[in-house]
């Protein structure tokens, strides 16, 4: 089979571009690491996704059928140790305690035990009982039926890939703006390859005539995790530090933009309402906190205001919060939004009626 150079290096263009920006990342977030533990088994990860492509490109351009069993053999290396260290990754980021600690390194050892079989292949056939080549060009699909031994292992790799996306998810859930968003970018950019090779799996599509489309779609994951780099510093303390200050202060702290929408709220404010982040994104602040809502509508042009407005609880008691409007601005000066603070001052508010009444009846005594 020929094939210019020309269509190889355009061919195998988005394979490199794929490999070379996941090897990227897995140096920048071993440089940026510093003892997160996250970081480096995403590293870790983002490593494992680069020999995969690099070996797949060995396969693709691999003259004969031996020689693609051979690059095929390999790039199971790869396949586990990503579906590992994903699974270590999600536990590191999480904080979640297996017990006892050992068993989080024994999920590895089945791992290990299918790749002593894959390499020992000559000596029993239970990996490799029938291969073929298909042709897709331009290049040759290795093709093989996948016995029940390749099943089981296969099978354990993604449920290892699906419960560490869900304990993502949870975490994501119970996560507040930026730190929503950035676990979110972590699980969509680090599982998309595996799960979205998985889905094209079901349902026997392909890609360029291959079967294995996992190099194909950790393009799509490097990027968007290369985008939250990009846009949101996704592993920078400075951010990360502002909304964990943002999600632990006391007072009540609500984002709107230039229409009042709702774009963010910390603990405090939620509490308040009795509701989650989802269920307040994107509402407008008057139907969200309708007590209020006449106090920010007449401030809708003001700058930077502060006033004491009052709510009625569910119980029927009002409390009294000092609230304070400013106006959040970008580098050119425009404003495009408002950062709207609240916090109890009921206790004062009481305090002052108590002293006012104390000297009305020292007065009334005098």
Not at 6 to 19: C, T, W
Not at 54 to 60: A, D, F, M, P, V
């Amino acid at each position: 089979m020929g094939i210019t150079v020309s269509n190889l290096i355009i061919y195998l263009f988005p394979y490199l571009v794929s490999a070379a920006v996941a090897a990227g990342l897995g140096v920048y977030l071993l440089r940026k690491q510093r003892r997160d533990s996250a970081l480096t088994w995403l590293a870790l990860y983002m490593f494992s996704q680069t020999a995969w492509t690099l070996l797949y490109i060995g396969e693709l351009v691999a003259p004969d059928i031996s020689t693609k069993v051979v690059w095929d053999s390999v790039q199971w290396i790869p396949t586990f140790t990503a579906a590992y260290t994903w699974l270590r990754l999600v536990f590191a980021y999480t904080n979640a305690q297996i017990k006892p600690p050992w068993l989080l390194h024994a999920l590895f050892i089945p791992l290990v035990i299918f790749l002593i079989l894959v390499f020992t292949d000559p000596l029993h056939r239970l990996v490799y009982i029938e291969v073929y080549l298909e042709s897709a060009p331009p290049f040759d699909a290795l093709t093989y039926p996948f016995t029940p031994l390749i099943w089981t292992f296969v099978i354990y790799a993604y449920l290892l890939y699906l419960s560490g996306a869900a304990m993502m998810l949870m975490k994501a859930r119970s996560d507040t703006g930026y730190q929503r968003i950035r676990t979110l970018i972590i699980v969509i950019g680090s599982a998309l390859p595996a799960l979205f090779t998985l889905f094209l799996f079901i349902f026997d599509a392909r890609i360029f005539g291959q079967r294995d489309v996992t190099p194909i779609a950790s393009i799509i994951g490097s990027f968007i995790i290369l985008w939250g780099l990009l846009r949101y510093r996704l592993f920078d303390v400075i951010p990360l530090a502002r909304a964990l200050v943002f999600d632990s202060l006391s007072q009540g702290l609500v984002v709107v933009d230039v229409e009042n929408r709702i774009m963010d709220a910390n603990p405090a404010a939620l509490a308040i309402v009795g509701k989650t982040l989802p269920q307040i994104l994107g509402q407008p602040f008057s139907k969200v906190y309708s007590d209020w809502s006449q106090v920010i509508d007449e401030f809708d042009q003001a700058h930077e205001v502060s006033t004491d407005v009052q709510s009625t609880d569910a119980d029927g008691s009002i409390r009294h919060y000092e609230l304070r409007v400013m106006a959040i601005r970008k580098s050119s000066g425009g404003v495009i939004g408002r950062l709207i603070t609240y916090h109890d001052i009921t206790d004062r508010k009481y305090a002052e009626l108590a002293l006012r009444a104390a000297e009305q009846c020292a007065r009334l005594l005098a």
